[in-house]
């Protein structure tokens, strides 16, 4: 019988090495005339691991990492194909402390089936939650969804029950299902693991999300720097297609749900919600105004539910195990996980999917093991390049979308950028301005103009020119972007800079300001 050796595919594990361990792997196989089944799986994760080698044994599987191909001889010497001793050893994967305390909700298959094998996600509970939401009615499935308390994972944490009932309720010939693959905050992949380890997951919430509210249609707009992910969600697509898990009458139900992948060009504001439609629409990516919202007014003018990758790639367990069952993890109005995406100047990298409550030192210390440099923790950002600064003070913040916001800061889409006591905040704080200026769609002139001006007034602050009136200015300038912008692009850009300012004001010269004054 041949053994079961896993490689990842996952796009981190391929850029450290991956695709030459596996086919070092299979190569020396043959010389040695051993049967294996070499499966290319998505990631756990645990990016400091990677290329993450498992092989399946009697005792479950046991992982060996970071492996390289210069270490495959020595891997079979050891006999790792039956699970031997070897100094790249690390035990039962499930044992891993990193692996072993998450709660995978989302991410339960991700790393462990091949990701383009519809067998292997039905073996592993996959199209349970569609089986269910085929035998209710729309309004319960909307209800399961409301009940399990899931936030918009995309950034704005919006009820994404709430969402789906207003589109429900809104009569049209056409309804569309859209999903934001854009990802374009910094820090953040955990849109990209599950598109990449389980695509069918979100195939699965998509199709339900149509069921749901009457929409036949469904668009994945993926940023086009993702090829690995639009490789793997064609490829379940139209393994869906062939076995009958989309087209015009879903495993012989008469419901009807279509699915098409389109590549965005790589525009950050393409993530913003109308600007997505507008691209999905062959025009360029401006913001829209509101209202009309999109589940009024959304793609071609049509009632739309638009949600992030991780969002609806959640609502299968919650059609599988009920609303409920969702709704018991998380904490407040908190429900649920969330996929913490650690990254920066980080010892232990990668993708922690927790219940919510876990706080930020935890995430940072327990998992994270500190930083890569050895050095103090100085800052991190969470929640994208629109995210505040936070600073040591506030690492036992429990990760909850309220605590957050009591600090004036954001969870966002769960990504955690590191930096170590070498960073210049001032410098971030330029960085976030100058970010928005090149980023900017340019229809509101608080962003458009306030970006660039914001880039300039620090320049003047950094090279110590009219201190006092600079920073005094970058207060005002900000205060009108915040309250004056169209879209979060010019609004939240302010978070970055002013938490910068405020938590480390000597960085922006308060010293040198206080004796001038
Ligand atoms: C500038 C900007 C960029 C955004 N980028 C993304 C993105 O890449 N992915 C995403 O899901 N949401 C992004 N959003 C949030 C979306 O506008 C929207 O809130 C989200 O797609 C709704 O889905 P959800 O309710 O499931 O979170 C962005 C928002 C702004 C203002
Ligand atoms: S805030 Fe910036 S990105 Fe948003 S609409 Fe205004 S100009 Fe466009």
Not at 132 to 154: C, E, F, Y
Not at 449 to 458: A, F, H, M, N, Y
């Amino acid at each position: 019988m041949s053994i079961t050796v896993y490689v990842p595919i996952d796009s981190s594990a391929l850029s450290l090495g991956a695709e030459k361990v596996a086919k070092a792997i299979a190569a020396e196989a043959e010389t040695r005339g051993v049967a294996i089944n070499l499966v290319r799986n998505g990631s756990r994760g645990l990016f400091w691991l990677e290329p993450l080698v498992e092989v399946e044994t009697s005792k479950g599987r046991i992982a060996y990492g970071p492996v390289q191909a210069k270490d495959v001889p020595a891997l079979f010497d050891a006999d790792f194909l039956k699970g031997g001793q070897h100094a790249l050893s690390l035990g039962p994967t499930e044992e891993i402390p990193y692996l072993k305390n998450q709660e995978r909700l989302t991410n339960a298959r991700v790393g462990i089936t091949d990701p383009v094998s519809l067998d292997d996600y039905l073996t592993h509970e996959g199209y349970r939650g569609l089986k269910n939401a085929l035998k209710l009615a729309p309004a319960d499935i909307v209800k399961q969804v409301t009940d399990s308390g899931l936030r918009g994972r995309g950034g704005a944490a919006f009820p994404t029950g709430i969402k789906w009932n207003t589109v429900l309720n809104a009569p049209a010939d056409q309804k569309y299902i859209v999903c934001n693959a854009d990802e374009g905050d910094s820090g953040t992949f955990s849109d990209r693991m599950i598109m990449e380890g389980d695509p069918f997951v979100l195939i699965e919430g998509m199709t339900i999300a149509g069921l749901a509210v009457g929409a036949t249609q469904g668009y994945i707009y993926l940023r086009v720097e993702y090829p690995h992910a639009y490789k793997n969600l064609n490829a379940a697509i139209a393994a869906a297609y062939k076995a009958g898990y989309l087209g015009k009458s879903i495993l012989g139900s008469g419901k009807a749900f279509d699915l098409e992948v389109r590549l965005g060009a790589g525009a950050y504001v393409c993530g913003e919600e109308t600007a997505l439609l507008e691209s999905l629409e062959g025009k360029r990516g401006l913001v829209r105004f509101k209202p009309p919202l999109p589940a009024i007014e959304g793609l071609f003018g049509k009632p739309t539910v638009i949600n992030n990758v991780i969002s609806l790639a959640s609502v299968p367990i919650i059609l599988d195990k009920g609303g409920d069952y969702y709704r018991d993890f998380g904490m407040g109005r908190s429900r649920g996980t969330l996929p913490i995406q650690l990254a920066g100047n980080i010892k232990r990298p990668g993708l922690i999917e927790k219940a919510f409550g876990v706080t930020l030192r935890e995430i940072l210390y327990d998992y994270g093991g500190g930083s890569a440099t050895g050095r103090p923790i100085r800052a991190v950002q969470v929640g994208g390049p629109l995210g505040a600064f936070m600073p040591e003070s506030q690492f036992d913040t429990p990760l909850d979308y309220e605590a957050f916001a009591a600090l004036w800061a954001v969870l966002g889409h769960g990504g955690i950028v590191v930096f170590d006591d070498t960073v210049d905040m001032a410098h971030m704080a330029r960085y976030a301005m100058e970010f928005c200026a090149e980023e900017s769609c340019g229809k509101c002139t608080p962003c458009r103009i306030g970006s660039t001006r914001g880039v300039e007034v620090l320049d003047k602050i950094i090279g110590d020119e009219q201190r006092v009136a600079q920073l005094a200015l970058l207060r005002d300038l900000s205060d009108t972007m915040l309250n004056g912008s169209l879209c979060a692009l010019g609004g939240m850009t302010p978070y970055p800079v002013l938490s910068a300012l405020n938590h480390f004001p000597e960085d922006f010269g308060a010293a040198k300001t206080e004796q001038a004054a």
